[in-house]
Every structure is written in C-alpha cells, then in structure tokens.
C-alpha cells in the first residue's frame, strides 16, 4: 500500500463510514473457534473486533487507517495497531480465530495459514468479480473470480462453509460476494507448499 491508500481510507472512516453491525459470517461463525485468541485484518472501525470483544476474545485489530486504529485504542481486549500489509509480517502459530472482510491480497493468504494454530478458523468475506454488478472496481484485482474461495483453500483446510451470492451493498447497490469459513487442517504447510 501507499501513503495514497492511507489517505483515501483515512478520509472514507471520516466521511463515509460503513456499517457498524458485524456481518452474519462472522457473529454465526466465530464461536466455532476453539480457543480466543483472534485477528482482525484490515479491521476498520472495529465492527468485527467490537463484536469479538463482546464474544470473549482479545483482538489484534490491523489497519492501514490511523483514524480507524485510533477508535479502537484503549479499549479492553483490543491491541490495535497500524500496519502496511505490504510490508507487515503475520506472527505465526498464533490465533484461534482470523477475520478479514471486504479486503482482498492474495499475498496474505499464506501468511494467514501460518498465522492460524491448528485447528483455527478462518472467516473470509468480500467483492466478487461479476459483469453484471452495479458498481464496479478501476482494479478487478481486488475482486475475487468465481470459484476461487474453494480452489485457494479446499487442499489445506476443511471448508465449513463456502457461498458466492447476489446481495446489495450498504450503499444499496447490486454485486455478487463471495463468503468462506475454514478450519486449518493440522499439520504444517510451508509458503512454498501453499503455492505449489
């Protein structure tokens, strides 16, 4: 990421704040993690670390956003830290439960494997590439294509839960998503095992 990205999500916590309910994925899922240690990425305002708080857990909430890192500092269970995903390490082997909504880089996905203890969670929801969406993104990067959920993570997980749908946005418009809950298999896989 970049200042540029610092600046736009910066101004977006400001001057258009997304929802402050956590999503149904994760208040119908988190509770299968099997112990509380968890993680937020690219957590926001705190609407998932909010809800994991109340659940029991302590959060490490990650943002690239120093307005969304300073809504969440001083609050009990909460360790909120900024952090540029571009440059920013994963500590490994330690959650029970990881979260990441609405923030798609594929580059994080090993770490997260990493991250995870075994038999932790991952809740993953986001922005699905359609031509049919009422809005669309300049970067079809940050979108997910169609059957990528399960084909990046049915070998090294059990997938509890996997779903891509129609839905409308906060803002009211039309896009598909792309949802998945899974469970780290145990035994250890390298970065190089991911990929391969």
Known sequence: M???????????????????EPIDLVTNFAKLAPGKQALDIACGMG?????????????????????????LQGI??????????????????KYDLIVCTYFLDRRLFP??????????????????????ND??????TFLLEEGELEATFDERYDIMHIREYWDNDY???????????AKKKAGGMTI????S
């Open 192 to 195: 190089e095992d991911f990929w």
């Open 135 to 140: 809005r669309s993104t300049s970067n079809r």
């Open 111 to 132: 770490q997260i494997e990493k991250a995870l203890k075994p038999g932790g969670i991952f809740i993953y929801e986001t922005f699905m590439y359609h031509p049919d």
């Open 2 to 20: 970049s200042l540029e990205d610092k600046e736009k999500w910066d101004k977006k916590h400001i001057e258009a704040p997304i929802p402050t």
């Open 47 to 71: 609407r998932h670390t909010r809800y994991l708080v109340s659940q029991g857990f302590h959060v490490d909430a990650l943002d690239i956003s120093s307005t969304a890192i300073d809504s």
């Open 171 to 181: 803002k009211g418009a039309r896009t598909m998503i792309g949802q998945l809950v």
């Open 76 to 93: 009990d269970n909460i360790s909120a830290k900024e952090v540029d995903f571009d440059t920013h390490t994963l500590e490994e082997n």
